[in-house]
């Protein structure tokens, strides 16, 4: 059957009316709702899973706005979901929004969902866990998907190469986007792209998928199911690749057989929102396009869509602080469509659009372009679903939640800085805290630019589509936030096996302020730490107790059980460590030097936090280092870090650790080991570097010794070394070059007169320190400095 007399047989009331797309099309959707006008259907059948039938009419609600995605997931295994996303240029969406325009029944009749989440339980396609195409399968937009077979084939690109085409969206857009409006044959696009398909179909068969074969056989019986309803008022929108299927003369028997016995688990389903982020391939998203806020701004412009775009494009440049004027659209738009002349296109697409914004808007530049892709040609749309779509309970309380706390999910990134001293940011930190030990990373701690102080708190907020899904898994623990992840915890700390990872769970349980699930986490610890005999584990686990310590003591809470096990687990590293440092290796040693330090910071932590026994504790760590520093047994970079650490914490006079050094560093001791002992000391980016610049005997011991290895040994000492100094920045290397070049013939200090560098003489340098004042006087937000002002800040600066 020719597509003149598949047009006329439509029209004729010879069978449904099908209408092939491409998903996510904007022509197509455009195409869909002509076509649907001029056929007035009385029932609109579309490719989805039957599940969805009862969602529909939520489509309607003022407070639904694309883009949003049906939702479906296995009732006993929530991780196990399927996505079917629509944005508002999507023909599926339009094909629902004039059905409930016009009071005509919508059904989806694609295969269940039941049956689609069994397949991938059986591991017979990878992408089936997670997120999926709208049809479950990608040809049909002219994708290739992640779960695809090898041989699977692009129909768009097969079309486009006949077309002399080499790139399928620029083919696409020419045939189909750049259209004229108000064609005069509404069904004319659809009939020509069935003739496409069908050809391609009897080429290719099913293109390398065998499932979407039990995929249209189920189409055909929902087809013909509404056939003997609706007689011949039937409309089809589907995916372009299954038309001829759904065309071709089948048995009822033939298409049972097909999908009889398939597997099925029980499944719920909802609407949630969706964004255009999602919808691109670049997220993996198979059945993606690679513009989305291009193909919605062609769809939503009235006209003149190119210079709406590029006044948009304007826009966005401006408000990011570039030099972008009327004059610069107006040339933007005639080179976008000289481009398009040129190339022999009907009218500018995005790649004209994209060179004339690069060479008139960003003077050559890919740099702000980049910004226009991110913002514009993808774009942050995120959708909207209302209230009373289903949810499960634990998703309702988020919600509930996320209102009144004033922390609307948004699908651009943003960074929030939380004052835990205020009562509505300490709620906004518990929440955020709480959601990741329930694995809905929907905020990730960041480093604060401001404060350090443990009562601010910045964190990096984005909303992603798939959070939903975890949000669903998460439902199994309850029905609110708090009981959830209070059960989380309490299981997850029977689980966990490493001291490390308790401790770890320990100070989230403080940070999510969970009293119920932290005296049974403590219990699980306790018992750990005294079973636990490995050294390096205790080290671990010591620096997470003691930051807990902090944060319960910001936040408030109890920490007495805490602190108990905290300084327990302390002595027991004081005995355990000197004996667990003899005999290392020099990767043991290197981790076990870690773990010195480690140790280090949280007895420091646990003196800040306890007061009264911050005196024994750093008398009890500074006798272990003490012991460490001088044991022969111990390696060479940790007894240099335990002398380095001693001379920070002022335990050690500067003669003193010179004369360690000495020792060290003398002809009887091994080159290797001694270069292991100045990597403890100056090394592993604690400041040694500065140490070195401001003590030229320090610096004149390191390069005596260096200068007398033998040559034989000088290659094995070397790479140690070189990854020493390596980690200085590069201004400390040069003055060490210039001080070690210069020699110690110029008084032995480092700030000996006469030393010609810069920052290094006898006296204050006067002029030097005038020239500084008025950079201060701009920090200091200070307009007018009188002399007195002055003669203070000369003081501050010497």
């Not at 190469?161 to 069904?187: K, N, T």
């Not at 056939?227 to 028997?253: M, N, S, Y």
């Not at 997220?283 to 190119?306: C, E, K, N, Q, T």
């Not at 972008?324 to 481009?339: D, G, K, N, Q, W």
């Amino acid at each position: 059957m020719t597509g003149v007399e598949r047009a006329v047989g439509q029209r004729a009331g010879a069978g449904p009316v099908l209408l092939g797309v491409r998903h996510h099309g904007p022509g197509s959707a455009r195409a869909v709702r002509a076509a649907l006008e001029e056929v007035r259907p009385r029932v609109v059948l579309i490719e989805g899973p039957p599940e969805a039938d009862a969602l529909i009419p939520l489509a309607a609600d003022e407070e639904m706005r694309p883009p949003v995605a049906l939702l479906a997931h296995a009732v006993d295994e929530p991780g196990r979901s399927a996505f079917w996303p629509l944005a508002g240029f999507s023909p599926e969406w339009v094909a629902i929004r004039w059905a409930l325009e016009h009071d005509v029944p919508a059904r989806f009749i694609d295969l269940p969902a039941a049956h689609t989440l069994a397949w991938g339980r059986q591991g017979d396609e990878a992408g089936a866990e997670g997120e999926r195409p709208l049809d479950a399968e990608t040809a049909a937009d002219g994708d290739t998907g992640p779960g695809s077979a090898d041989l699977r084939i692009d129909p768009l690109g097969v079309l486009a190469e006949a077309a002399g085409y080499e790139d399928p969206e620029r083919w696409w857009e020419d045939v189909v986007e750049h259209r004229g409006a108000g064609e005069s044959d509404a069904l004319a696009p659809f009939t020509a792209l069935e003739e496409a398909m069908g050809a391609l179909r009897e080429t290719y068969g099913s293109g390398g998928q065998d499932r979407d074969l039990v995929r249209e056989a189920y189409m055909r019986l929902q087809v013909r199911a509404a056939q003997r309803e609706f007689e011949d008022g039937v409309a089809v929108v589907c995916g372009a690749w299954h038309v001829p299927a759904l065309r071709q003369r089948t048995t009822v028997a033939a298409d049972k057989a097909m999908v009889k016995g398939l597997p099925k688990v029980k499944t719920d389903m909802t609407w949630v929102p969706w964004t255009h982020r999602r919808l691109s391939r670049s997220s993996g998203y198979g059945a993606g396009i690679d513009s989305p806020g291009w193909y919605g701004h062609l769809f939503s412009a009235p006209d003149r869509p190119v210079e709406r775009w590029l006044t948009k494009v304007a826009g966005l440049l401006r408000a990011e602080d570039r030099i972008v004027s009327s004059a610069h659209v107006i040339e933007a738009v005639r080179l976008a469509e000289t481009l398009a002349a040129m190339r022999g296109r009907p009218l500018p697409g995005l790649s004209e659009t994209t060179d004339a914004v690069r060479a008139v808007m960003c003077e050559g530049s890919d740099v702000p372009l980049a910004l226009v892709r991110d913002r514009l040609v993808v774009g942050d749309v995120l959708g909207e679903v209302p209230p009373s779509a289903p949810a499960v309970p634990l998703q309702r309380d988020l919600a509930r939640l996320q209102r009144r706390l004033r922390l609307k999910p948004e699908a651009q990134e943003r960074e929030v800085e939380l004052d835990l001293r205020k009562e509505n940011d300490a709620a906004r930190s518990r929440l955020l805290h709480r959601l990741r030990l329930l694995g809905i990373a929907w905020g990730e701690p960041a480093a604060s630019r401001g404060s350090t102080g443990t009562f601010r708190e910045t964190w990096r907020l984005r909303w992603e589509p798939e959070l939903s899904v975890r949000v669903a898994e998460a439902g199994v623990w309850g029905t609110t936030v708090l009981s959830a992840v209070t059960a989380k915890a309490e299981a997850d700390a029977v689980t966990t096996q490493a001291l490390a990872d308790v401790t770890a769970l320990a100070e989230r349980c403080l940070l999510a302020e969970l009293p119920d699930a932290l005296p049974a986490v403590m219990r699980i610890l306790a018992d750990r730490a005294a079973l636990d005999t490995d050294v390096g584990h205790l080290a671990q686990a010591l620096p997470a107790l003691a930051r807990s310590l902090r944060y319960g003591d910001v936040r408030g809470t109890d920490t007495g059980a805490l602190a108990e096990v905290a300084a327990g687990l302390a002595e027991r590293v004081f005995v355990g460590l000197p004996p667990a440092c003899a005999a290392l290796d020099t990767d043991a040693a290197e981790e076990m030097r870690r773990h010195v330090d480690a140790v280090h910071g949280a007895v420091g932590l646990l003196g800040d936090a306890s007061a009264a026994g911050h005196g024994r504790l750093r008398g009890r760590w500074q006798s272990v280092l003490r012991v460490l520093s001088g044991r022969d047994t111990v390696p060479g970079v940790i007894r240099g870090r335990a002398v380095r650490l001693l001379l920070d914490d002022g335990e050690l006079a500067q003669d003193e650790a010179a004369l360690l050094m000495g020792l060290v560093l003398s002809p009887g001791t091994p080159p290797a080991d001694a270069a292991a002992w100045i990597e403890g000391f100056v090394g592993g980016g604690s400041g040694g570097g500065m140490l070195l610049v401001h003590d030229e005997r320090l610096l004149g011991l390191v390069d005596a010794w260096l200068t007398g290895v033998p040559a034989e040994a000088f290659a094995d000492v070397l790479p140690l070394l070189r990854r020493t100094f390596s980690a200085y920045e590069p201004g400390v290397r040069r003055t060490l070059g210039e001080l070690v070049r210069r020699g110690p013939g110029a008084g032995g200090g480092a700030t000996a007169a006469g030393s010609g560098i810069p920052g290094f003489a006898a006296d204050l340098d006067t002029v030097r320190a005038d020239a500084v004042l008025p950079v201060v006087r701009l920090l200091l937000g200070l307009d007018e400095v009188d002399e007195n002002t002055d003669n203070d800040l000369a003081g501050v600066t010497g």
